[in-house]
Antibody, heavy 114, light 112 residues
Framework: QVKLLQSGAALVKPGASVKMSCKAS????????VSWVKQSHGKSLEWIGE????????NFNEKFKGKATLTVDKSTSTAYMELSRLTSEDSAIYYC???????WGQGTLVTVSS | DVVLTQTPPTLSATIGQSVSISCRSS???????????LNWLLQRPGQSPQLLIY???NLESGVPNRFSGSGSETDFTLKISGVEAEDLGVYYC?????????FGSGTKLEIK
């Protein structure tokens, strides 16, 4: 059974960074791109970027270049996304997805507040 | 960026009714490889999105066959033939032909 298990909710201060994880199981992690998607409260979905676990190659939405950093740990089948210089505009639920888009994590809620 | 315009923004249906959702793209979604990367997703309340249809008309494994997709180039339609209570939520079209990937603004399906 394929699962993407994301890390728990985070409350972070403005200007800080946050790193979240997405642990894959039930399929060959290195075979499929992992995408990250942002959903602000009550709004639609935004594609942040993607990473290919086998090589570490990445593609980004220009809007999120400099904001998001994508990495993977092949040994644990885990993808990571770090968001930097956080503002209130970064408060959202962040999803990872793979296979492509057939599998989704449960989402990580990030709240940026002092 | 490719803009996907979904209509209607909200839809109210009775159980058993058939409904359609439109998704219009600002550019052709026909890729140079001959495929058209237009998908449909459903996000039930409080849940993650779920893939229903990929590449315009291919039903994702495990998705009931009351869902169907059609269209080409810039005009696409998701049809639900006989709405069931579990179909309530927000439906999104998304395109993966052009970078960056983009999503429609969503169509909220309510059950009367």
């Amino acid at each position: 059974q394929v699962k993407l298990l994301q890390s728990g909710a985070a409350l972070v201060k403005p200007g800080a960074s946050v790193k979240m994880s997405c642990k894959a199981s039930g399929y060959t992690f290195t075979d499929y791109w992992v995408s990250w998607v942002k959903q602000s409260h009550g709004k639609s979905l935004e594609w942040i970027g993607e990473i290919y676990p086998n090589s570490g190659a990445t593609n980004f939405n220009e809007k999120f270049k400099g904001k998001a950093t994508l990495t993977v740990d092949k040994s644990t089948s885990t993808a990571y996304m770090e968001l930097s210089r956080l503002t209130s505009e970064d408060s959202a639920i962040y999803y990872c997805s793979s296979y492509p888009f057939a599998y989704w994590g449960q989402g990580t809620l990030v709240t940026v507040s002092s | 960026d490719v803009v996907l315009t979904q209509t209607p923004p909200t839809l109210s249906a009775t159980i058993g009714q058939s409904v359609s959702i439109s998704c219009r793209s600002s550019q052709s979604l026909l890729d140079s490889d001959g495929d058209t990367y237009l998908n449909w997703l459903l996000q039930r309340p409080g849940q993650s999105p779920q893939l229903l249809i990929y590449s315009v008309s291919n039903l994702e494994s495990g998705v009931p066959n009351r869902f169907s997709g059609s269209g080409s180039e810039t005009d696409f339609t998701l049809k639900i033939s006989g709405v069931e209570a579990e179909d309530l939520g927000v439906y999104y079209c998304m395109q993966a032909t052009h970078a960056p990937l983009t999503f429609g603004s969503g169509t909220k399906l309510e059950i009367k």
